[in-house]
């Protein structure tokens, strides 16, 4: 069963605009969720993670439990944020679930 | 300062060859695991180990083998490609209590 879904695989935005990628998930425990993402030529990273709370480039995302989401948000996006975004689950037993990723362009 | 190096970045096989993609990573970290990236299936889990001489299945394990002899290493082996086998295959690790996981760089494997 899909633990993580990202419904979006492309997204375009104008630069400027905020943008939201849609993640939600299905787990009964208590999950941990992340946000990573691969910039062009370059290897996937960590980009946040819901345990931190932090904002990391702008970014943002909240946990809801209630709607099982966690949706990564930015207010202005920039042309350097174009990249492949993948929402991750990390389960109870350590192991991780990735969604099909969304590739984000911001148009100039 | 490394992290997790794969080699080779890219590779042409032909079916039924054999070949093992190397991961390595200088961080001393006990998890180690190997995904498979396909269009339109995200990154699914193929093997990982959490420690040297313990390795167990994920989600797609067959056709691919692994070992850990050392903390370091990593192997993903092939024993008989076939074209479904064609992918991007990351390495990565994470310390066994920081949830963050380190990711090669890729190897894009295309099996003809």
């Known amino acids: 069963a899909q633990r993580v879904t990202q419904p979006e695989k492309l997204l375009s935005v104008f630069k400027g605009a905020p943008v939201e990628l849609k993640c939600n998930y299905s787990?009964?425990?208590?999950?941990?969720l992340f946000w990573y993402v691969q910039y062009s030529r370059q290897r996937l990273q960590l980009l946040l993670r819901?345990?931190s709370r932090e904002s990391i480039k702008g970014f943002t995302a909240d946990l809801n439990k209630g709607e099982t989401s966690f949706h990564l948000k930015k207010p202005f996006a920039q042309e350097e944020d174009s990249a492949m975004y993948y929402c991750?689950?990390?389960?109870?037993?350590?192991?991780?679930?990735f969604g099909t990723g969304t590739s984000l362009t911001v148009i100039p | 300062n490394a992290g997790v190096t794969q080699t080779p970045k890219f590779q042409v096989l032909k079916t039924g060859q054999s070949m093992t993609l190397q991961c390595a990573q200088d961080?001393?970290?006990?998890?180690m695991s190997w995904y498979r990236q396909d269009p339109g299936m995200g990154l699914r889990l193929i093997h990982y180990?959490?420690?040297?001489?313990?390795?167990d299945q994920g989600e797609v394990p067959n056709g691919y083998n692994v070992s850990r002899s050392t903390t370091e290493d990593f192997p993903l082996r092939l024993l008989s490609a076939a074209p479904s086998q064609t992918s991007v295959y990351f390495c990565?690790?994470?310390?066994?209590?920081?949830?963050?996981?380190?990711f090669g760089q890729g190897t894009r494997l295309t099996v003809v």
């Open positions: 990565a690790s994470r310390r066994q209590m920081n949830t963050e996981a380190f």
């Open positions: 180990s959490v420690g040297a001489g313990i390795t």
């Open positions: 991750a689950l990390r389960d109870t037993g350590n192991q991780f679930y």
């Open positions: 787990y009964s425990g208590s999950p941990e």
């Open positions: 819901h345990i």
């Open positions: 961080m001393n970290h006990e998890y």
